[in-house]
C-alpha cells in the first residue's frame, strides 16, 4: 500500500468513527418529547414532567454559574421567570450524567403566530449571558460566538467583564479561601 492510499484508508476509517462506528450509521438524534416545567432547580438544572413522569434535567450546551457563585442566584432567578410552573417545553434526553440527571435539551415551543419565544433553552441563557457556552465537541455551530457576543455587549454575568467571571467548572474545585475571594461580583 502506498503513501496515498494508506491516508485514504485511514481517512476513511476516521470518517466511520466520527459517523457512529464500521456500519455507517449516524448517531440518531433523540425524539422530542412534550413535557412541562415542574421546578427550575438553578439556571441549568431542571424537574419536568414527562410522561407522566418527574424528570431531573441537566442542560446540555450551557453551565450556568452555581448557587454560591457571584450571579448564581440572579442567572437562577431570571431562568425561573423564564420557566414559570407548568409552563410546555420540549425535551430531548441524551443520556444521564455521573449524578444520575437526565442529561438533556430543551426547547421552547413558539410564542404567538410568528413563532417569537422558540428556541434552544441553551442557547437563549448564552445569549443573555446568564451562563458560559459548554459544547466541547464543538457540534453546536455558533455557540462560541454566542457568547463572545454577550461579553461583548456585557450581558448577564458579562456585565462587568470577563475578568472576574470563574467558570463553574473551575469554581468547583476552589476551597473556601479562594471561593471567598472570587465570589464576589458586581452587581446585577
Do not use: I
Not at 462506528?21 to 432547580?41: D, F, N, Q, T, W
Amino acid at each position: 500500500m502506498n503513501a496515498k492510499q494508506h491516508f485514504l484508508v485511514g481517512s476513511g476509517l476516521a470518517l466511520l468513527a466520527a459517523l457512529g462506528g464500521a456500519s455507517g450509521a449516524l448517531k440518531p438524534v433523540p425524539l422530542a418529547e412534550a413535557a412541562r416545567v415542574a421546578r427550575v432547580v438553578d439556571a441549568d438544572t431542571y424537574d419536568v414532567v414527562a410522561g407522566g413522569q418527574r424528570v431531573r434535567v441537566r442542560l446540555l450546551g450551557a453551565d450556568a454559574p452555581e448557587h454560591d457563585q457571584a450571579f448564581g442566584a440572579q442567572a437562577t432567578d431570571s431562568v425561573a421567570a423564564l420557566l414559570p410552573v407548568g409552563r410546555p417545553v420540549q425535551l430531548r434526553r441524551h443520556g444521564l450524567d455521573l449524578y444520575g440527571r437526565t442529561l438533556g435539551s430543551l426547547t421552547l415551543p413558539a410564542a404567538g403566530a410568528r413563532g417569537r419565544g422558540a428556541g434552544a433553552l441553551d442557547s437563549l441563557l448564552v445569549v443573555r449571558g446568564w451562563a458560559w457556552a459548554y459544547d466541547p465537541a464543538h457540534t453546536v455551530a455558533g455557540r462560541a460566538a454566542q457568547q463572545a457576543q454577550a461579553q461583548a455587549a456585557g450581558r448577564g454575568l458579562w456585565k462587568c467583564g470577563a475578568v472576574g467571571a470563574v467558570p463553574p467548572k473551575v469554581w468547583r474545585g476552589l476551597d473556601y479561601k479562594n471561593k471567598r475571594r472570587y465570589g464576589a461580583g458586581c452587581s446585577w
